[in-house]
């Protein structure tokens, strides 16, 4: 038996956008380079380690939205495109290189085999089906895919009315249900937001586990023997495993952490922000500057200018990669040497990230994980990595204490998720709630037109009530799209719910503009409100 445990948790998800109504839509860019930068890499390597007999253990959730995305033909045939369209924007780099900078030539054929890589996988091997693909991992049981709440709801601001907090909870359920043909273990709840008293709803749901930011274990009542090196159980039936800061600092932060090295790709250097918009128009069809994917420098040194950076080489980078998961390893085996000096039980350190860090943010990250899961498997025995449900199979004697409300995030409560920049809109979201609560209650047994129209004031207002869209407005990046995405739910629940209390008429031609618009859960029964 190892001395300790380690649990590499990826918190996979992105907010529900699709838009049917254009042919192309700028914020759908958000999943094409999720797709090819993260999860068909991060799957690439799980293959590779599973070809070659390592016992990788790894945990992660795949949200309802990401899944939705993920599984949606409109989105999926627009994806093909985009491939297409990089492999033919890295051809032409590969002419344009050689002609005016050389020195690049090397790095534009690789993005070449790179992209040409990405489409084989997606396409041909995998059907373009990417959650069978993590579906297939699942069930060997080295992967853990668990669920999350419905549209990522912030759910200690719903608890005003608890119907909300429950209907996301349950219909996040229902839909890993349906997609992954078993019931989910645990939960990762909404940027990892706890309220004390949600546990009813996650046992409602069948769950069993879920993860708190380190002071939501280390503040809890009595404080825990272990502090975050061992979960503990709610009074309320809940197990929480706490996020362990040291491993999790080392690899998210760009200042400290591995992602800041000088020699891994910079994120912000992108030719579609360089390079004549003339020789890119066919690849920015509106004519707005975007991340076209291509980035031919690394970080180079602390603070130096773009203007300034130094030419990528990928060797280097992946050198890099290699040492970083040896010195990740170390630092682990020394912490769990340490901590077993001090437990009556084998030490576990959770490290969640999100899921996105790996590839999209920090390019070498899919790659640090293969070479970190093979030196565990091959080099030591001292830490070995485990997932949840394994590490409570083995160890489920948990000390019973009293979380307190937390969140990660900014100063570790929710204050990213309210604050000046996006309070108003919770007045709107509780109402819609109340709302919502009242219809399903005077419905009991709707049929035909009104089925139709309970449930998709159901679907906005999830789609409304997501937590990404008061996240944006606080960092200040697209904020004129997360407003209106949220002004958009309330204004068509607010129609629907006219509508069925008799204000104006019931619509079919509207109606069924919205559905057709907002297509996520399908099997969405109206009644869980109540």
């Known amino acids: 038996m190892p001395v300790g445990y380690w649990c590499p948790v990826l918190h ?35 293959d590779g380690l599973v070809q070659d007999g390592v016992e990788y253990r790894l945990t992660m959730t795949l949200s309802p939205p990401l899944v939705s995305m993920m599984t949606d033909e409109l989105l999926v045939g627009r994806y093909r495109r985009y491939l297409d369209r990089l492999v033919d924007l890295a051809l032409r780099e590969t002419e344009r290189t050689k002609r005016e900078q050389p020195h690049l ?27 069978g693909a993590f579906r297939r991992h699942l069930d060997t049981g080295r992967l853990e895919v668990l669920t999350c ?27 890993y249900r349906k997609h992954f043909d078993r019931d989910p273990a645990g939960i990762w709840l909404p940027e990892c937001a706890y309220m004390p008293g949600h546990e009813v709803f996650l046992r409602e749901a069948g769950l069993r586990f879920s993860f708190l930011e380190a002071h939501g274990l280390t503040e809890a009542h009595p404080q825990p023997s272990f502090g975050v090196h061992a979960p503990l159980v709610s009074p309320g039936g809940i197990v929480f495993f706490g996020r362990d800061m040291e491993s999790s600092r080392q690899v998210w932060s760009s200042e400290s952490g591995y992602p800041g090295d000088f020699d891994y790709r910079e994120f912000y250097k992108d030719i579609g922000w360089e390079l004549p918009v003339e020789y890119l128009a066919d690849f920015l069809p509106d004519g707005q500057r975007k991340n ?23 060797d280097w980078a992946v050198e890099k990669a290699a040492l970083h998961a040896g010195n990740f390893l170390f630092n682990r085996e020394k912490q769990i040497q340490h901590l077993a000096a001090h437990m009556d039980r084998p030490a576990l350190v959770v490290s969640p990230y999100d899921a996105e860090l790996f590839g999209h943010w920090w390019f070498e990250g899919p790659q640090f994980l293969d070479f970190l899961f093979r030196k565990m498997h091959h080099d030591q025995d001292v830490v070995k990595p485990i997932t949840p449900s394994e590490y409570l199979g ?64 159901a679907r906005e207002l999830l789609l409304a009530q997501s937590s990404d869209w008061a996240f944006i407005m606080k960092t200040d ?40 618009r907002d297509n996520i859960f399908l099997e969405l029964d109206y009644r869980v409100y109540r």
């Open 105 to 131: 030539e090397e790095m534009a054929w690789w993005y070449v085999r790179e992209f040409e890589d990405v489409r084989r996988l997606f396409c041909d091997e995998w059907g373009s089906n990417v959650v």
């Open 394 to 457: 083995r160890f489920d004697d948990l000390e019973v204490c009293q979380p307190p409300m937390s969140t990660w995030g900014e100063h570790g409560y929710a204050e990213v998720w309210l604050n000046e920049s996006n309070g108003w809109i919770y007045p709107h979201l509780d109402m819609a709630a109340e709302r919502m609560v009242e219809l399903a209650r005077r419905y009991e047994d709707a049929d035909g037109l009104e089925i139709r129209a309970l449930n998709q004031a």
């Open 149 to 175: 709440a419905a549209t990522h709801g912030f759910l200690p601001l719903m608890d005003a009315v608890p119907e909300a907090v429950r209907a996301q909870i349950h219909v996040g359920a229902q839909h």
């Open 477 to 516: 990046t697209t904020v004129e799209y997360a407003k209106k995405r949220t002004r958009d739910h309330v204004a068509r629940f607010d129609y629907l719910y006219r509508a069925l209390t008799g204000q104006c008429p019931l619509e079919e031609p509207i109606l069924r503009e919205f559905e057709e």
């Open 292 to 314: 076209l994917g291509i980035k031919y420098h690394r970080v180079s040194g602390r603070g130096v200018d773009l203007a300034h950076k130094q030419p990528y080489v990928r």
């Open 12 to 46: 996979a998800h992105l907010p529900y956008v699709r838009h049917p109504e254009y042919p192309e839509f700028l914020e759908e860019d958000w999943f094409f380079e999720a797709l090819t930068e993260t999860y068909v890499p991060v799957l690439k390597v799980l």
